[in-house]
């Protein structure tokens, strides 16, 4: 059994202007890391397809997978909100993104030689809501990954775990009335989005934490929160919103997480995950703005995946 690496050149033409940080040389910090780790032959490497519009319209409204297409640049960059553009490689990039973990889930659940599947993508995900960008994303990928999961697998529970910095609002705004789905999510908190202390129901699990947590404090409160809705949940599924600006060397966030932190919560999730869903996790690169912090958790993030 192994792990699949599935990403498309595509990711690294994505742009939104000079100096912003979510960057191409991201994702290439991630390539050269893996490069570097020797892990890549261990690896099952993919190209990730075309998400349709109607797998995005799963998770979003028609009306806003309409809007996206139609605002696609011929040059230069449309503004979707302060944060977030689109330059003539993006409408194609955030399609990818999504079709990689829809590939990602086709893949573990077809039972073959890929247990769980890691998806180098940009642009991130989890602040799109079902009928706005925001946040640097466009497409809320780990959504439309879950989506085709209940709709073409026939699945009953999926969950999606969130570890980036910052409140997957998106993600939770398009299943907090969809039991299907469980979200738990840590953050940092108040900080941006401003959102998700407060669920309000048994399948959104929030995991607020302050500036400055640090390890002990972030593994205590997913101790309490995660794990025991997870026993009860008993997922068919995991998907994860991989962010590591959590990171302390991050320096646009303040929960100074270490790579070690990223193998305790990874090596936990393969524990729910052989546990109640034969093992099958996808996980999904969402934030992470210092390069070489970004590259080493993510390389200890798919080591303990393999």
Request: glycine share 6%; charged share 20%; hydrophobic share 45%.
């Amino acid at each position: 059994m192994t792990t699949a690496f599935i990403t498309h050149p595509v990711f690294l033409k994505h742009e939104m202007g000079m100096h912003h940080p979510e960057c191409p040389a991201r994702l290439q910090a991630v390539y050269d890391a893996f490069a570097a780790s020797g892990l890549m032959p261990q690896m099952i490497q993919l190209e990730a397809p075309l998400a349709t519009q109607a797998e995005l319209a799963a998770a979003h409204s028609s009306d806003y997978v309409d809007a996206i297409f139609a605002a696609s640049p011929a040059h230069d960059y449309a503004y979707l909100d302060p944060d977030t553009a689109m330059n003539p490689d993006s409408l194609e990039a955030a399609r990818r993104a999504s079709g990689a973990v829809i590939k990602g889930v086709d893949l573990v659940m077809e039972g073959g030689d890929v247990t769980n599947a890691f998806c180098a993508v940009r642009p991130c995900g989890h602040h799109a809501t079902r009928n706005r960008a925001m946040g640097f994303c466009i497409f809320n990928h780990v959504a439309v990954g879950a989506m085709h999961a209940l709709n073409a697998h026939a699945l009953e529970r999926v969950a999606i775990l969130d570890f980036d910095v910052h409140h997957g609002n998106g993600t939770e705004d398009i299943f907090h009335d969809d039991e299907r789905v469980m979200l738990c999510s840590s953050f940092q908190h108040p900080y941006y989005p401003g959102t998700g202390a407060n669920s309000g129901n048994r399948h959104i699990i929030p995991t607020p934490l302050p500036a400055r947590s640090g390890s002990a404090e972030f593994r205590r409160a997913i101790d309490a929160t995660w794990w025991p809705a997870l026993e009860r949940f008993q997922p068919e599924l995991i998907i994860i919103s991989a962010g590591f600006d959590a990171h302390a060397d991050d320096p646009l966030a303040y929960l100074e997480l270490h790579e070690d932190d990223y193998v305790w919560i990874t090596e936990r999730i393969r524990e729910v995950a052989d546990t109640f869903a034969q093992g099958r996790i996808v996980s999904a690169l969402e934030g992470g703005y210092d390069l070489a912090a970004l590259g080493r958790s993510a390389v200890a993030h798919v080591a303990a995946l393999l």
